[in-house]
């Protein structure tokens, strides 16, 4: 039996290991934030922006920045209906509602037509989510909030190594956010990063990220308000350290996967993978194939298909507005329609030209006897 091919797993060398054990022996006392530091100035230096807060996960960063935007009760934030629980649960925490719209058919990423649409004198934020390394229509995106007067934010978690025309995933709104889970394409176990180029909304957030002490505060042990614990370690940063020396080799691997993905099923007709439209790069995070209705595949099918072939299969997103916490919003049809016939394939960075040949087999296979003659 051949051996399980995972959906994901990080990319660790010796790097990462003699920078965390580095951490680990001296990063203690006046050594306590060197790597962190360093981290925060590596990423923002890729990002090209002016501000960075390394963050206990990518819902803290959100977390933080929503509040220093001073999102809270009555309030709502637009955002799409296809999406990890994370992007919506700080909106909650904050007592403001989400307010979900349908996603494009193509991108999978936030309607700017239903944003327009769904915007009241309620609307304090639109945050556009770059789901599985797709892109948000910016341009139009940021013309709605400029011509309402509404920040745009980046939930970039699963977009490093995407840009849009010359802008990286998380540079272009008020703020951006991201994600070093252990599925992610630069990881630091757990954790994430707040970025943004607006001096005050940095200030403010890196108070709050710090059980609201300031920086300037004279006072040991004196909060000037009521904060949140969302740091990181140093030891995770010495491993995200390691990490963005070896980025363009991590992103290359991903995209790698994916072209292989591409030249595998291109030739079969109904089946659509990850866009990547004219200016844009993705940095294909989780490449996905969506089978045409008229196939009649379904998520149970390629489930069915890829386990037994010792293959894991990874859901698209079911629609938060299904889920118990939210109302149901049926007219999101796409949001609805799509996962039920769709499928993440696997795509860790160093995947064999045979693991990737087994996946193909297997949705050609399946493909196959679903558009067989009877």
């Given amino acids: ?23 680990a022996r001296h990063g ?6 060197e790597y962190l530091g360093r981290f925060e100035r590596q990423f923002k230096a890729h990002v090209a922006t002016e501000f960075a807060i390394a963050t206990s996960s990518c819902t803290g960063a959100l977390h933080i920045g929503m509040a220093a935007l001073g999102i809270g009760p009555g309030d709502e934030v637009i955002m799409a209906d296809t999406n990890w629980i994370a992007s919506a649960a700080p909106i909650v925490h904050l007592g403001a509602k989400p307010v979900f719209v349908d996603i494009l058919p193509d991108s999978w990423c936030l309607d700017p037509a239903r944003v327009q649409a769904a915007i009241t004198p309620r609307t304090k934020a639109i945050l556009a989510v770059h789901l599985y390394g797709n892109l948000c229509e910016m341009d139009r995106l940021l013309a709605i909030g400029e011509q309402y007067g509404i920040p745009v934010i ?4 699963e977009a490093i ?8 995933a998380g540079s272009m709104g008020i703020f951006g956010t991201f994600s070093f889970h252990g599925t992610k394409t630069v990881t630091t176990g757990e954790g994430g990063m707040f970025v943004t180029n607006n001096p005050s909304l940095y200030e403010a957030a890196i108070t709050l990220s710090n059980h609201g002490r300031h920086a300037s505060q004279p006072k040991q042990f004196w909060p000037d308000l009521l904060g949140f614990k969302y740091k990181m370690s140093n030891i995770q940063a010495a491993i995200g350290c390691a990490q963005l020396e070896r980025i363009d080799e991590l ?4 995209r790698r996967v994916f072209a292989t993905y591409q030249a595998g099923l291109k030739d079969l007709p109904g089946v659509t993978l990850n866009p990547e439209p004219g200016g844009t790069q993705n940095g294909f995070w989780m490449p ?11 998520r149970k099918d390629l489930q069915a298909a890829l386990n037994p072939e010792g293959i894991d299969a990874r859901v698209f997103f079911h629609p938060l507005s299904s889920l118990p916490m939210f109302d149901a919003c049926p007219k999101n049809t796409n949001a609805y329609d799509i996962p ?4 993440n ?26 558009t067989r003659e009877p």
């Fill in 1 to 23: 039996m051949s051996a399980r091919i995972h959906y994901t797993k990080p990319s660790i060398t010796e790097l990462e290991v003699e920078y965390a054990t580095d951490a």
């Fill in 28 to 33: 203690w006392g006046e050594r306590c934030y």
């Fill in 154 to 157: 980046e939930d970039a978690a």
């Fill in 161 to 168: 190594g995407s840009s849009y025309h010359g802008n990286r």
């Fill in 251 to 254: 992103i290359e691997g991903k």
């Fill in 288 to 298: 996905t194939a969506v089978f045409h209705t008229q196939l009649g595949i379904k």
């Fill in 340 to 343: 039920e016939r769709a499928i």
């Fill in 345 to 370: 394939l696997p795509s860790y960075h160093d995947m064999t030209q045979a693991d990737l040949d087994r996946v193909i087999a297997v949705v050609r296979k399946l493909y196959g006897a679903a």
